[in-house]
Each structure stands twice: as structure tokens, then as C-alpha cells.
């Protein structure tokens, strides 16, 4: 499985209610147990909101974060979805990544 982050933009305030906020929750919840949810929440600005999650395609994660409440319901009107390539120390902050060295080949033109 692949991680994915999508960001959840272009809020309808009218649209929010402690009955849709119940639905997106118990989705979260849902999706926690199935192992698809790694990290959620809104961003600061509270314009904005983050889903990390696992999945085994970026159709299939689009299709998760789509029955969300807060997207299927139109809370949240734009969502964009991508797959992202984990740095970490175990693969050495991708330096010798191919997208790195395809980078590196592109600024040396």
C-alpha cells in the first residue's frame, strides 16, 4: 500500500451541522479500524483540511476520501488527492531516490 494526501478545500460553512459532523467523524472512525486513515485534521487557517491515507491506488484513495460526509455532502467542495513519496531516515531522505536524481539531471541542463 502507497500513502496519499488529500487536501480538502473551498468550505460551504452553511452546510455544517453537529449531525454532519457525527457522519464524518464515525467515517474517520471507520476508516481508522481499516487501517486507511493514518493522519487527519484542519489546518489552522480553518480554511483547509489534510487526509493521509493508505491505499493500494489513487483512484481507490480518492474514492475513500469521496465518501467522506464532509465531501459526499459538499461541506468541503474541492478535493485534491496525490501520492506522497515518504522521506524518512530508513531511506536516507531520498536522496538517491530516482525522482532526486531525475531533479538533480534536470537542473544540470
Given at each position: ?52 491515507l ?7 484513495a480518492?474514492e ?16 485534491e ?29
Amino acid at each position: 500500500m502507497k500513502k496519499y494526501v488529500a487536501i480538502l478545500s473551498n468550505k460551504n460553512r452553511a452546510l455544517f451541522s453537529d449531525e454532519l459532523l457525527d457522519q464524518h467523524v464515525s467515517y474517520l472512525k471507520a476508516q481508522e479500524r481499516l487501517g486507511n486513515m493514518v493522519l487527519c485534521g484542519p489546518f489552522a487557517d480553518n480554511e483547509s483540511a489534510i487526509q493521509i491515507l493508505m491505499s493500494d491506488s489513487i483512484d481507490d484513495a480518492y474514492e475513500t476520501v469521496a465518501s467522506d460526509p464532509f465531501i459526499s455532502e459538499g461541506y468541503y467542495e474541492n478535493v485534491e488527492v496525490k501520492e506522497l513519496i515518504e522521506a524518512n531516515a530508513s531511506n536516507n531522505w531520498l536522496v538517491s531516490d530516482p525522482q532526486t536524481n531525475s531533479n538533480r539531471a534536470d537542473s544540470k541542463t
